[in-house]
């Protein structure tokens, strides 16, 4: 039987996401681990009526994310539930931090996307910079690890865990991709409009205390 949330833990859950989006998110979780592991023929067909229950609910005109179509992304969706990946690389040059303009919604953001199977974290990153930029880089250190819920960003279905790694620039140069139209590299206090739905002001500040003391401990939360 699962243990009832603590106080604290709701507390938290309120402070930082939707209450509403986070509940909607667990319960998912539930109907999906529950189809992965049971093997009795009445619990999966209540796993499957609890999923369709959340579906329906995230497709109604009150959702916590407005337009959002879980049969398309939820889709795939099988097996374990964990958190995606999200991976992004803050490389320097002259004090400035490379950022690439996203073709989806002509606003910026640091190179980076989801991990990818068979890679470790920071090869995806250091292929995220290069596909995106055309910029080679090496990853030096693990600057922070984020949940997306405890940001500044727009709600999202899906629970995220985002990596930021300090990249150091070994070659290439500036080239656009089929994801992004833009590449250059901005100073603190002269950002472009940022895409919020990939990374913040505070986190690229984040990135930028750290590539002026790299020997500052990685962030977390």
């Not at 090869?123 to 290069?130: L, M």
């Not at 690229?204 to 020997?215: C, E």
Request: overall charge negative; charged content about 25%.
């Amino acid at each position: 039987m699962r243990a009832r949330r603590s106080e604290s833990e709701v507390t938290a859950i309120s402070a930082t996401d939707d209450p509403t989006l986070a509940t909607l998110r667990e319960l998912l979780a539930i109907a999906q681990n529950g189809l992965t592991f049971t093997s009795d023929q009445f619990d999966r067909e209540r796993y499957t009526q609890l999923r369709e229950i959340v579906e329906e609910l995230l497709r109604a005109p009150h959702s916590a994310i407005p337009g959002f179509d879980p049969g398309a992304v939820l889709g795939s969706e099988k097996g374990y539930a964990t958190p995606k990946v999200d991976v992004r690389g803050a490389v320097f040059r002259d004090g400035r931090i490379l950022m690439v303009r996203e073709r989806s919604d002509g606003l910026w953001t640091l190179p980076g996307g989801w991990a990818e199977i068979n890679q470790s974290p920071s090869d995806a990153i250091v292929k995220e910079i290069r596909e995106e930029s055309g910029f080679e880089a090496r990853t030096t250190k693990l600057a922070a690890v984020f949940d997306r819920r405890r940001h500044a960003h727009p709600p999202s279905f899906h629970h995220i865990y985002k990596f930021f790694f300090l990249c150091e620039l070994t070659g290439g140069s500036a080239s656009h991709s089929i994801e992004t139209d833009g590449v250059d590299f901005f100073a603190e206090e002269a950002l472009p409009p940022l895409s919020v739905q990939r990374v913040t002001a505070a986190q690229i500040q984040t990135m930028f205390r750290h590539g002026r003391a790299q020997d500052l401990p990685t962030e977390f939360d």
